[in-house]
């Protein structure tokens, strides 16, 4: 059970760091080329990098507590 959960948050970091990088990048082409060298598109690509980091980070530790169902028809 250790080990899983080391391999979730070694994931889980590796994740959030590339999207949030990723979005960084974005938002760093688009202030360059398109928004004359504003701040926010930086920002903005950062923090929905982050968000969507910490989205899969959730769900990837609340999957054990998900039940998944399967029905079973009996002829």
Do not use: I
Request: hydrophobic letters at 40%; aromatic letters at 10%.
């Amino acid at each position: 059970m250790a080990d899983e959960h080391g391999r979730k948050w070694d994931r889980c970091l590796a994740d959030t760091a590339v999207k949030t990088v990723t979005g960084l990048a974005v938002g760093v082409v688009f202030s360059v080329l398109l928004f004359k060298r504003r701040t926010w598109p930086v920002s903005l690509g950062s923090g929905l990098g982050l968000g969507m980091g910490y989205a899969n980070c959730q769900h990837d530790f609340r999957s054990p507590y998900l039940v998944h169902g399967r029905m079973v028809k009996d002829q």
